[in-house]
């Protein structure tokens, strides 16, 4: 059974951080770039920040860079999103994903753009 099971969400006030995890079981995920998204009531989904199978590489969303940072410990088959300075507005479900294709980066930005795997999601809520 492949499964990515996200924790570590959480209320917490504006300037606050939280960091998220993605554990995920049932195969390796080790060669696989993965994701994080966010989804707010009344809102599209939106892309947050990617890695790749080599944890140096990392792309950041403009809304969310020098805020947040994707990384991963491919020994625990594990994702995690350190959180930092959070505002209100990045009030959200936040979902791990993976894609097994290990393409570019970006292209996981993308509006059309669809993972291999989805989390359940783990709602943050930052209040002011």
């Known amino acids: 059974q492949v499964q990515l099971v996200e924790s570590g969400g959480g209320l917490v006030q504006a300037g606050g951080s939280l960091r998220l995890s993605c554990a995920a079981s049932g195969r390796s995920f080790a060669n696989d770039n993965m994701g994080w998204f966010r989804q707010a009531p009344g809102k599209e989904r939106e892309f947050v920040a990617a890695i790749t199978w080599r944890t140096e590489s990392t792309y950041h969303a403009d809304s969310v860079k020098g805020r947040f940072t994707i990384s991963r410990d491919n020994a625990k088959n594990t994702l995690y999103l350190q959180m930092n300075s959070l505002k209100p507005e990045d009030t959200a479900v936040y979902y791990c994903?993976?894609?097994?294709?290990?393409?570019?980066?970006?292209?996981?930005?993308?509006?059309?753009?669809?993972?291999?795997?989805w989390g359940q999601g783990t709602q943050v809520t930052v209040s002011s």
């Open positions: 994903a993976a894609d097994r294709r290990r393409g570019v980066l970006a292209t996981m930005s993308a509006r059309e753009y669809e993972p291999d795997y």
